[in-house]
């Protein structure tokens, strides 16, 4: 399968916990970008990486999330000190410059009790 | 400004029959507009786009309409089957010259196609 593949699918944490995704795009995008969906709504933008660079950060990610593309490939997501209000589903997608197509994985949900 | 709307927030079609759906834009520096469709549980599926160089893209079944005067798109989809039940989302995205492909989405519309 050469599709964006993100892990865990599910994660369910307690209020305060630190948790991490992950995301691999399709090998050969270098762009990759973190979007958060809750439910009945559209996904929104968090923050986009073209290769290891992270190029723009939405207002919607607080101080208690981070995002890293090391090497250009993976990225991660990580949430300190969870709060309710931070279930939903994240997802990532990845796309070539300049077609504009993005292709999303299939997300990860996060629920914090 | 940066806001895409969707109407209707949801939908009820007959097999065979035709699916409507339609978003509006203010923003006139967007220039790529792509439809989603979302099964539960899913992540979206990139569908069908188009560029405001062309004012209409055909693929299969599904229709992209554009209005770039009214700045208005939508999504026709034809002889719609059960299984195109799912949620649709339209979005928009600057690019080119502001150097950022970020989407903005609208709040979907949910396709129910009965039998």
């Known amino acids: 399968d050469t599709g964006v593949s993100q892990d865990p699918r599910h994660k369910i944490t307690k209020r305060g916990q630190n948790v991490t995704f992950r995301c691999d795009p399709i090998s050969e995008h270098n762009r990759l970008y973190w979007y958060r969906q809750t439910l009945g709504q559209g996904p929104e933008f968090l923050t986009y990486?073209?290769?290891?660079?992270?190029?723009?950060k939405s207002r919607l990610l607080s101080d208690r999330f981070s995002a890293e593309r090391p090497k250009g490939s993976f990225s991660t997501l990580e949430i300190q000190r969870t709060e309710q209000g931070d279930s939903a589903m994240y997802l990532c997608?990845?796309?070539?410059?300049?077609?504009?197509?993005?292709?999303f994985g299939p997300g990860t949900r996060l629920t914090v009790l | 400004q940066q806001q895409v709307k969707q109407s209707p927030q949801s939908l009820i079609v007959q097999k065979g029959g035709i699916s409507i759906i339609n978003c509006a834009y203010e923003?006139?520096?967007?220039?790529?507009f792509p439809w989603y469709q979302q099964f539960p549980g899913k992540g979206p599926a990139l569908l069908i786009a188009i560029r405001p160089d062309v004012s209409e893209k055909k693929e299969g079944r599904f229709t992209i309409s554009f209005n770039k005067s009214a700045k208005q798109f939508s999504l026709h989809i034809m002889d719609s089957q059960p299984g195109d039940s799912a949620t649709y989302f339209c979005a928009a995205s600057l690019g080119g010259s502001y150097n950022t492909d970020k989407l903005i989405f609208g709040t979907g519309t949910r396709l129910q196609v009965f039998p």
């Open positions: 997608a990845s796309s070539s410059p300049g077609t504009g197509e993005q292709f």
């Open positions: 923003n006139t520096a967007f220039d790529y």
């Open positions: 990486f073209q290769n290891e660079a992270q190029l723009e």
